[in-house]
């Protein structure tokens, strides 16, 4: 059975029949991806937590997370389509959906010769352009992001909820412009601040995390570039003066496809508020909430047109405090056995200073797996547990099927 008969087969269970009239342009697609990572050795930093030993353990969505998604479009007429896509997570290796959500992004839109515009939960543009430029697309115990998002103390946004996207048509060959506003990064609007009681007189906003971002972009044969700027607000997120948090964040990345192999190179700069609070978790004490940056020198050659071997160096900059720096080496090798089915193999050493709180992850976002142990404020999990790195050598082998 085709994708387009499978995708119409499987949403005749899900909507009635009077939408499937206009179905047939709908395409499924899909990845599952299952393997083995192991992790361990002492990082020199904060990250250990007290832990020991070497965690083993076989895991799913190493080279990329697991997913099935529909997408379609329709010809409204001169020119015009209406366009959709959404997308569902999923564990391959217990029953639970991947990452706490099934839900990984979902929108609708217009798209003509004026671009495309569209609306609903997207991916994170950051995260996005990291994994663009890093020759491990922020996946792999080789990953670039989740050094970037702890060193930055903003974490990785993978995805932006409640938002709206505009991308110009090609305005010179190859080059486009991007604008995206969302009311709420985090969560919804008006879900407040967590673990601050809401009050009499408390303002709606308080709590929400409003983002926009504005980026060139630049694809034109072997040459990438990208130039991107983002502007945080965490409203009212000063829980002693009562202040928005505010964070201006930076993005360049560039490659070059030379054939024998690609270079590609990737920096960040993050700022925020100097504040007497830590904004969301309520953490009295002087604090900068983010003072940081971060770059990455990557390679990726096409040995054989079946073998692509991987390399990377990341180095990522937290100057809140003394000693808080992280730096890592990976290297991988790809065995495609055709364009869908992909063989896998990374290994990592990450050296991190006293303060730092870098460890290995699996992917950008810092997920790690099963192991288990359920944290709360006021006990936080341990590294290598619900989505913390743990360690300071990993690697990982595994096996991916797209469809």
């Known amino acids: 059975m085709s994708k387009k008969l499978l995708a119409v087969a499987i949403a005749a269970a899900l909507v009635p029949t009077a939408v499937l009239a206009e179905a047939s342009n709908v395409t499924m697609y899909g990845r599952i991806d299952y393997g083995f990572m192991s992790r361990g050795g002492d990082s020199g930093g904060l990250s250990q937590a007290g832990r020991d030993g070497r965690q083993n353990g076989f895991e799913d969505g190493i080279l990329g997370t697991n997913r099935i998604g529909f997408r379609g479009s329709e010809a409204l007429g001169n020119g015009l389509k209406a366009i959709f896509e959404f997308e569902f997570g999923f564990s391959g290796d217990t029953g639970t959906s991947f990452g706490g959500t099934t839900n990984r992004h979902s929108w609708v839109g217009l798209e003509g010769a004026f671009g495309t515009a569209l609306g609903g939960r997207v991916d994170g543009a950051r995260y996005s352009f990291v994994g663009q430029y890093d020759p491990f697309k922020n996946q792999t115990v080789a990953n670039a992001g989740s050094l970037f998002g702890v060193t930055s103390g903003l974490g990785q946004?993978?995805?932006?909820?409640?938002?709206?996207?505009?991308?110009?048509?090609?305005?010179?060959?190859?080059?486009?412009?991007?604008?995206?506003?969302?009311?709420?990064?985090?969560?919804?609007?008006?879900?407040?601040?967590?673990?601050?009681?809401?009050?009499?007189?408390?303002?709606?906003?308080?709590?929400?995390?409003?983002?926009?971002?504005?980026?060139?972009?630049?694809?034109?044969?072997?040459?990438?570039?990208?130039?991107?700027?983002?502007?945080?607000?965490?409203?009212?997120?000063?829980?002693?003066?009562?202040?928005?948090?505010?964070?201006?964040?930076?993005?360049?990345?560039?490659?070059?496809?030379?054939?024998?192999?690609?270079?590609?190179?990737?920096?960040?700069?993050?700022?925020?508020?100097?504040?007497?609070?830590?904004?969301?978790?309520?953490?009295?004490?002087?604090?900068?909430?983010?003072?940081?940056?971060?770059?990455?020198?990557?390679?990726?050659?096409?040995?054989?047109?079946?073998?692509t071997l991987k390399?990377?160096?990341?180095?990522?900059?937290?100057?809140?405090?003394?000693?808080?720096?992280?730096?890592?080496?990976?290297?991988?090798?790809?065995?495609?056995?055709?364009?869908?089915t992909i063989a896998y193999a990374t290994f990592a050493k990450l050296n991190a200073d006293s303060n730092a709180l870098c460890g290995i992850s699996k992917n950008a976002a810092g997920g790690n797996g099963n192991a288990g142990q359920v944290g709360s404020a006021s006990n936080p999990p341990k590294n290598g547990v619900n989505g913390a790195g743990y360690g300071d050598t990993g690697f990982n082998i595994g096996l991916a099927h797209t469809f």
């Open 311 to 340: 390399a990377s160096y990341v180095k990522a900059n937290d100057d809140r405090i003394d000693n808080a720096d992280c730096s890592k080496f990976g290297f991988g090798g790809e065995y495609a056995f055709s364009k869908r």
């Open 157 to 307: 946004a993978d995805r932006a909820d409640n938002a709206v996207v505009y991308i110009t048509p090609e305005v010179a060959p190859g080059l486009k412009f991007l604008a995206a506003y969302t009311t709420s990064l985090l969560n919804d609007e008006g879900g407040g601040i967590a673990g601050i009681s809401a009050g009499a007189g408390q303002d709606i906003e308080r709590g929400d995390t409003p983002l926009y971002a504005i980026a060139a972009l630049y694809n034109n044969g072997p040459i990438s570039f990208t130039l991107d700027y983002e502007n945080l607000k965490i409203k009212r997120g000063n829980t002693i003066t009562g202040s928005d948090l505010e964070y201006d964040l930076w993005v360049v990345g560039g490659a070059y496809d030379f054939g024998v192999v690609k270079l590609s190179a990737y920096y960040e700069n993050t700022q925020g508020d100097n504040s007497a609070s830590k904004g969301v978790a309520g953490t009295n004490g002087a604090a900068i909430t983010s003072d940081g940056d971060g770059w990455l020198i990557g390679l990726s050659a096409p040995v054989t047109s079946n073998i």
